[in-house]
């Protein structure tokens, strides 16, 4: 259930869920965007443009001109929480790794004492969630890593990392769908295509809510995957 | 397939295909872009008789010179613009914004550049020949993503249109100028973070457009805001017209290609009624904030909106 609904701007609310960040808020938060997209997409919500969360808000944007937002708070302060539901939205995956792409685990070893190998099966071995999707199109941010492998940024982040680069930052991972520039702990890449344009019906990979696992791959496999 | 085409002679220095945006899809990353200037894009294809939702080229500071290889086109371009019609017997049109113009086979159309503005629009009756992508023709080039491959318009580009004009008659629309430095601003989600002075500050000094701006964001230069809670906040998504104040101080405020989510805390945002007005301010530009309330925001939005449709009715051939 949220804590505070307020308007941020003349055509977005914010539902905030309160300040803690963990599986369950972030499922809350998971339950009511589910619900909300699937009311708008039923048609019973019209003007909603977006519904988007993240660890703790589900932020509505809509069309001023259709609807607004007393209308939006109504309908929210309407929802039964008790009737949401998780697991029936959410999808199980498996994405293939190869850590021979990776590019800090040497320091991440010094840093955290430990070997990469302890690294690396910590990793292979997280049931991840995934809490959120955004910045850009297809980008998962999830969780939660073990408290051992805890991180923080590159000092000094990089100008550009390729395409499928799987990173670690705090007890979240992450994986850039686009060679982009960033400053997390990359351990491995992905041939997974995050973002696929040519999947017009479902062009993105992960959804906020779904379960991700890791498995190992090597470079070979890497190169058929990629190629396909 | 139609085989009525342009062909780019020139692309400009940002030339997009535009619509009113990609929706359902910010949960996912994808951020809804569409016109920067959603009133200039309504007005571009009423005169040319199109459904209001009708992709249209948008361009930015200079336009692209583009040439009718085949067909007949009617062509209406939007916002403040300073363009020609170049007649295959070299005969040279000079063009007045908020009217069509037809286009015969070897014509040219040359916008020269947006003028005291940023982006102009090219509405073609009929429609531009081009492949949504999830329902819409807007162009996202940093994630590639619309017609064009996701790309800005190039050099040599074949652009096709999907129906020779047939109509010969001319129409034109009377679209007031605006000239105000004021733009009103509702309080953001963290507005308290900042100082009783950095308030007051920001919704009394001036603050200036840098050239640090594109469809993304607007940075301004000014009075630093102090901020006295915290410099981040949890990752959350984004709104059009949010204006966030990152560590440095200076607030950036961000715009139709805005990305889903971000960790800056944000002091105030844009309202609708303002934010057609706003993107059309070129960097060096000065501009003010002023505090309204949110019942107040959506009169105004709502009256605004009445003033386009007014704008749309309006529109007389010429005769």
């Known amino acids: 259930m949220f804590k ?29 965007f589910h619900h909300v997209r699937e009311e708008v997409l039923k048609g019973s919500l019209n003007g909603i443009l977006n519904y988007t969360p993240s660890y703790n808000k589900l932020i509505i944007n809509f069309d001023l001109e259709k609807i607004n937002s007393s209308q939006i708070i109504d309908f929210l302060k309407s929802v039964d929480f008790s ?38 099966n910590i990793h292979l071995n997280t049931n991840f969630f995934v809490y959120m999707v955004g910045f850009i199109p297809g980008h998962p941010f999830m969780g939660d890593l073990n408290s051992k492998l805890f991180l923080n940024r ?11 680069s799987v ?35 479902s062009p993105c990979l992960l959804s906020p809510g779904d379960s991700v696992k890791f498995k190992s791959i090597s470079k070979e496999e890497f190169e058929k995957l990629a190629n396909e | 397939m139609s085989n009525y085409f342009f062909e780019v002679l020139r692309p400009g220095i940002n030339t997009t295909f535009q619509d009113k945006g990609r929706f359902h899809m910010q949960h996912l990353g994808v951020t809804p872009g569409g016109c920067m200037d959603l009133d200039s894009f309504s007005i571009a294809n009423a005169l040319v008789g199109n459904p209001l939702n009708e992709g249209v080229l948008e ?120 000239n105000k430095t004021k733009i009103r601003v509702l309080k953001g989600s963290q507005f308290d973070y900042f100082s009783k002075e950095s308030q007051k500050d920001f919704l009394s000094k001036e603050y200036k457009i840098s050239n640090l701006t594109d469809r993304m964001g607007m940075r301004l230069e000014g009075t630093v805001m102090k901020n006295i809670v915290n410099t981040n906040i949890r990752s959350e ?70 003033s386009i449709s007014e704008i749309v009715k309006n529109i007389k051939e010429i005769n």
């Open chain 2, 59 to 178: 361009f930015a500071y200079q336009g692209p010179l583009l040439k009718l290889i085949k067909g007949r086109a009617k062509i209406a371009i939007t916002g403040s613009v300073i363009f020609q019609i170049i007649k295959s017997n070299k005969e040279v049109i000079s063009g007045k914004d908020n009217r069509t113009y037809d286009l015969d086979e070897g014509d040219q159309i040359d916008i020269l550049a947006t003028q005291q503005s940023a982006y102009g629009y090219m509405a073609l009756e009929g429609g531009f020949d081009i492949k949504p992508f999830c329902k819409s023709v807007s162009t996202l080039s940093r994630a590639e993503i619309g017609p064009n491959e996701g790309q800005k318009i190039k050099i040599n580009n074949k652009i096709n249109i999907r129906v020779n004009s047939k109509n010969k008659k001319n129409f034109s629309a009377k679209v007031p100028k605006k």
């Open chain 2, 237 to 306: 998504g984004i709104t059009k017209g949010a204006i966030q104040v990152p560590a440095d101080g200076q607030p950036i405020i961000l715009l139709t290609d805005y990305p889903t989510i971000g960790g800056y805390p944000k002091i105030a945002n844009v309202t609708s009624v303002d934010y057609n007005f706003l993107i059309q301010k070129t960097p060096g530009e000065k501009i003010f904030f002023e505090l309204i309330q949110l019942r107040e925001a959506e009169q105004l939005y709502k009256e605004h909106l009445n």
């Open chain 1, 167 to 201: 990173g670690i930052v705090e007890k979240f991972c992450n994986i850039y769908p686009y060679k982009s520039p960033g400053g997390w702990n990359i351990i491995g890449r992905t041939p997974a295509k995050l973002f696929d344009k040519k999947n017009e019906t």
């Open chain 1, 154 to 164: 590159l000092k000094t982040p990089r100008v550009t990392i390729p395409a499928g």
């Open chain 1, 4 to 32: 505070k609904l307020n308007n941020i701007g003349d055509c977005g609310i914010v539902c905030d869920f309160g300040e803690e960040v963990n599986r369950e808020t972030n499922s809350n938060v998971i339950k009511l």
């Open chain 1, 83 to 120: 009737k949401l539901n998780l697991s029936q939205n959410s999808k199980k995956w498996t994405i293939p790794v190869c850590y021979d792409f990776e590019m800090d685990l040497e320091n991440m070893s010094k840093t955290l004492k430990m070997n990469k190998d302890e690294i690396i």
